[in-house]
């Protein structure tokens, strides 16, 4: 059974850090495109960055974490991890990660398979 279980989310002060940690159980991260999303109350599922099965690399969608955020992968570990740094207050939602079969997208679209979230509050 493919499962993805999010982690690593709290509460933070503005500029601080956190690096949430997507594990994948049933099937290995690195034959699937890993995505993470966003979603703050009252608004859509923000596509924040992928990382892709095929060249190895990560694309950031969300201009407002360019700079700030990073995606990695870990094979040894089955795992990809969001580094969120210099938080800010607009950054607070819940944080999913999701895998795709096909490609990356910054829409929810081609995702099968979610985790079911972890909270990141950024307040002072």
């Known amino acids: 059974q493919l499962q993805l279980v999010e982690s690593g989310g709290g509460l933070v002060q503005p500029g601080g850090s956190l690096r949430l940690s997507c594990a994948a159980s049933g099937f290995m991260a690195n034959s699937y495109h890993i995505g993470w999303f966003r979603q703050a109350p009252g608004k859509e599922r923000e596509g924040v960055s992928c990382?892709?099965?095929?060249?190895?690399?990560?694309?950031t969608y969300a201009d407002s974490v360019k700079g700030r955020f990073t995606t990695a992968r870990d094979n040894a570990k089955n795992a990809v991890y969001l580094e969120m740094n210099n938080l800010k207050p607009e950054d607070s939602a819940v944080y999913y990660c999701?895998?795709?079969?096909?490609?990356?997208?910054?829409?929810?679209?081609?995702?099968?398979?979610w985790g079911r979230g972890t909270q990141v509050a950024v307040s002072s």
């Open positions: 999701a895998a795709s079969r096909y490609y990356c997208s910054d829409s929810p679209a081609p995702y099968n398979y």
């Open positions: 990382f892709s099965a095929t060249g190895g690399s990560s694309t």
